[in-house]
């Protein structure tokens, strides 16, 4: 792209795809969402994981992400965080009540969709290998002459959102819509809720575990 400092801009848009649609934390994360509370809770999540997105390359970019590949202690607690983040919303999800949890969508839908969108920002901010990955991943297509520049790097990131942003909405509306049709039965939703709290939980240990 002519003076972005941004070369070989098509490549990165095929390669950002493969990452993006492969299967991994973000996209669990999704179908999750979409399946077991419908479409707008994976909307509002595909917005959050995004916004985390954008605040990883921003910290990428001013070189705060430098200190999680140098320290250790710094990488060991984002990611117990992370984990702590995901099990906890397993958790929840196992204990839910189904009927009660209609009450509160009906009675407080500003408050769901917030959490929707929290919970999608938390879930990739305290996910330290999306800041390994992009400080390893956007360099390759910077022109050396613009690496100090933080401009190519959060371009990067606007577009790398924006592609996740499509990929992520595509999934929450064919997973919303296998969802509609079970949803009504208060019974396939509780037992939905528990398959969708124990893959939190396993999420979350995945992270807990992980190396860089």
Same mark, same amino acid.
């Given at each position: ?11 990165f ?30 909307v ?23 200190v ?39 009675? &407080?839908?500003?408050? /769901? ?6 919970s +999608?920002?938390?879930?990739? #901010?305290f996910?330290? =290998? $999306? *800041? ?52 009504? &039965?208060?019974?396939? /939703? ?6 969708? +709290?124990?893959?939190?939980? #396993?999420?979350?240990? =995945? $992270? *807990?575990?992980?190396?860089?």
């Open positions: 792209m002519m003076n972005t400092g941004i070369v070989h801009f098509e490549a848009i095929i390669t950002a795809f493969l990452f993006i649609a492969s299967p991994g934390i973000d996209t669990m994360f999704i179908i999750n969402k979409s399946l077991t509370q419908g479409k707008i809770a994976g509002f999540s595909t917005f959050g994981i995004n916004v985390g997105v954008f605040i990883h390359t921003f910290f990428a970019a001013v070189g705060l992400s430098w999680l590949a140098q320290s250790a202690m710094a990488f060991m607690i984002v990611k117990y965080l992370g984990a702590a983040y995901l099990i906890y919303l397993g958790i929840k999800s196992i204990l839910a009540k189904g009927e009660e949890d209609d009450n509160v969508a009906l009675s &407080n839908v500003e408050m /769901k969709r917030r959490k929707h969108f929290t +999608g920002i938390m879930t990739t #901010l996910n330290p =290998k $999306v *800041a390994l990955f992009f400080l390893s991943f956007f360099p390759q297509f910077i022109a050396p002459s613009a690496v100090e520049d933080k401009m190519p790097f959060l371009l990067l990131g606007v577009v790398y959102a924006g592609i996740a942003i499509l990929w992520f909405l595509l999934l929450t509306f064919l997973a919303s819509t296998f969802s509609s049709k079970i949803q009504g &039965n208060s019974t396939v /939703k509780k037992w939905m809720n528990k398959g969708a +709290g124990v893959v939190f939980i #396993l999420m979350g240990l =995945k $992270v *807990a575990f992980s190396k860089k």
